[in-house]
């Protein structure tokens, strides 16, 4: 049997720049409008959540956007990350098509989010900030921040959806270990988490919930912040290290991709390894077919409408244009958290707009399949999210062997299951239940969009 | 802040050879016995167990054993694995010494184990092996194997002791998702473990008892074999590509030790480091201090006698003259569950007795403060067992520090502790507790060794 093949790049060659797809669009994404004025909101808005580095990232038009040297230094422990070719998986389906996968589990935390949650600290270390408030759901975002928050000297203060509080409890020992705060929400803490407790003590929390109370606090306090870990521009920016990287080790193999496929939640994995090539695409290179996998339970792309929405279930966060389930919809119980959200990134809604993307639906067991399958041929244990896009390239590479063609599928594996491993337990356990959302709360959901003038 | 510093080896410089510490010492290790002549065993007498390349291994004099290629390209997932300079952990310490870490969490399976399971597999499968069966406490040998099994399509039937598989299902879950069988032990499926539950239905198991029903079973079936995690000569030659690599990155570095450090449970993660530093300096380089870091609940090195003992407390294995508690030995509960033996492998012991190394014995405590104050430095969450070397080479830095020494110190980080949370869960609570062994029953069992003619 042939065996896998890992790309490796020199540290020399961890990218220099984050890449800005806005520069390379045909027409800009439609404007962040302030809920109560409906008027794009301007940078003074943002100031109180977040340090002006970010909100001027979030709004820039540059297409390359400088990595400070700082956070390049944090990125050398674990970038640039492997580029593998699946010989293995690819023998075990027979196909003719060459598989390849960038693996961002190399990171301490285990997945993706670091390349984000480092410049994030970074960046309000860099002006004064002492204090990081955030949500987090799975907990991949929250360990995460607080990794970085450990290596910036920063407290991390973190508002956990009490019932993934109860459930997670090694989730949460890592953020603690980090040296962060872990408060289930609703907590005593806010005078959001004080209203729902009143009505309800045993609230088990949602992650509108969490970042009502996150918000809450950062907005108070003159040294503290709010930080989210996908959805807005600049998170998304950060995360395209993935694809910079990946296409110059595609080149070290000669190759390149005629099919991406990376899973998507709020879209900072997918847009991190896509828009790099949907960018070069757009300057007149190749055109791979880009595909987005959700999860079938939270089918913001492939069900959802594009349209005006809120971010969060408690209506504090301005409005963006998106593809969105409704800001009320609440998605069945699905063990890849991290994909369990009821809008899409406002610029991954925009290039599926433009035409630019393709996105598919999948139920969490073919998912599960396909991790296990992955996992017996490659190694490496995914997360469920990371199942999603294995699915998708698995289902790609039946496809190239169906028509004969040796097409070249790259796939995004952004973590490791290491944490998620009560998910492989049920699955084996014949526990694992495909649940379809309810039609009816999706109607309504979106019946409740808010209107504009 | 000066940034901690990665050193990366190119995969071209995966280790060639292994190295075999018998070829440079000054003296051979004592024979191994059979219990029943109490003369040494022969290869004939472990050829039921393991295949005869191992057997051969195991007794080999020459000093480079060559690495079959399809063992280096299933390495070069993972290795060379990374060197790291931990300026962060230097900087919060404030100490002039250097402290360097190598770190084998990288590998799929999350610790060194996977470096001689891949070797054992490929050896089984070459000898036309169908199945191996083994026994694993804490689960990071029998996930290693498991994985191993997976990518050489073996067959891999692991005993893991009831208390664990019960305390542990995640570790069990990982070795199902790699495709291997796990039984709780003691079980319906062997003499020994039938006879054990005949008295005791609700028997919690052990090592000892696991290790009766993994050999029964190999011993019966002409298809099958063992394998061992730890302990052999040749398990311990498997991981010398750690150390290998390790002098190769540092000279990267233009460093070298003044000390290493790495904790030993059976010995093969501390043999794996030490020994290529131990023959240099036999050979005439350097000799820097090699320090070997153990459980004070279990102190094989520091409070054993160097004496002829069993490997298991069922008595099926050959007698090797090791430092041992003896086999009746119960040390307490310890979550370091790989650090948990009570003999301490042959040629670690022979060295020790040669006085090439010295040990040193911890509390858990004082393990796991040493391990968080090193994720919050370095970003990396280490196993219990890790734990023990960091903490080793944090008070040799302290020393350093204390005398105005620039030392250099080198310390073996053998795994991560994603699936060993519910310790960190349990010292955050402060639920971890020091447990002296009880120094009766080690009188008791030492006063039970076996005695030779």
């Known amino acids: ?41 301007g940078p003074d808005d943002l100031a109180p959540l977040f340090p002006m ?95 970085a928050g450990s290596l910036f000297d920063l407290q991390i203060e973190i508002y956990m959806v009490r019932v993934s509080y109860n459930q997670k409890p090694y989730r949460r020992a890592l953020m603690e270990t980090y040296g962060a705060r872990c408060v289930a929400s609703p907590s005593n803490e806010t005078n959001s988490g004080r209203a729902i407790l009143a009505k309800n003590p ?73 828009f790099p090539f949907i960018g070069a695409g757009l300057r007149g290179g190749p055109k791979p077919r880009i595909v987005a996998i959700e999860p079938a339970s939270c089918p913001t792309l492939t069900r959802g409408k594009y349209a005006y929405d809120f971010g969060d279930t408690a209506h504090l966060t301005p409005l963006m244009k998106m593809h969105t389930l409704g800001s009320a919809f609440t998605p069945p119980g699905l063990h890849a958290g991290g994909l369990r959200y009821h809008g899409m990134g406002a610029l991954v809604s925009h290039c599926a707009e433009l035409g630019l993307m393709e996105a598919r639906a999948y ?54 299951g290491h944490f998620d491993m009560q998910a492989y337990t049920d699955y084996f356990a014949g526990k694992l239940v495909d649940q379809a959302y309810d039609e009816s709360e999706l109607a309504m959901a979106l019946s409740g969009l808010p209107s504009l003038p």
Request: proline share 7%; glycine share 8%.
């Open 363 to 416: 139920h969490q067991i073919a998912c599960f399949e396909a991790g296990v399958q992955f996992a017996r041929a490659e190694g490496i244990v995914p997360a469920p999210e990371s199942n999603h896009a294995v699915r998708g390239a698995i289902d790609e590479a039946l496809r190239c062997k169906a028509e004969g063609k040796a097409e070249t599928i790259l796939f995004g594996l952004s973590g490791h």
């Open 53 to 147: 580095s970010l909100i001027l990232q979030e709004v820039s038009t540059d297409r390359e956007v400088e990595i400070p040297t700082p956070v390049r230094e944090i990125y050398r422990q674990w970038r640039p990350s492997p580029l593998f070719r699946a010989r293995r998986l690819e023998q075990v389906l027979d196909t003719p098509a060459k598989i390849y996968y960038k693996y961002e589990g190399v990171s301490p935390a285990g997945s993706h989010k670091p390349n984000t949650a480092i410049a994030q600290a970074f960046y309000n270390k860099e002006a004064g900030v002492k204090r990081i408030v955030t949500e987090t759901g799975a907990g991949q975002w929250g360990s995460s921040l607080a990794l």
């Open 1 to 41: 049997m042939s065996d896998s093949i890992k790309y490796v790049l020199d540290e020399s060659r961890i990218p220099k720049t984050w890449y800005n797809i806005i520069a390379d669009l045909p027409a800009p994404p439609p404007a962040v409008l302030h809920p109560c004025t409906m008027q794009p909101v």
């Open 202 to 274: 045993d609230h088990p929390g949602s992650l509108g919930i969490a970042i009502s109370e996150a918000v809450e606090v950062a907005a108070q306090a003159d040294d503290t912040k709010y930080a989210l870990g996908s959805v807005l521009n600049h998170v998304l920016l950060h995360q395209t290290v993935i694809g910079v990287e990946a296409i110059e080790q595609l080149a070290m193999a000669d190759d390149y991709p005629d099919v991406v496929v990376a899973c998507a939640g709020g879209g900072s994995n997918f847009a991190g390894l896509a």
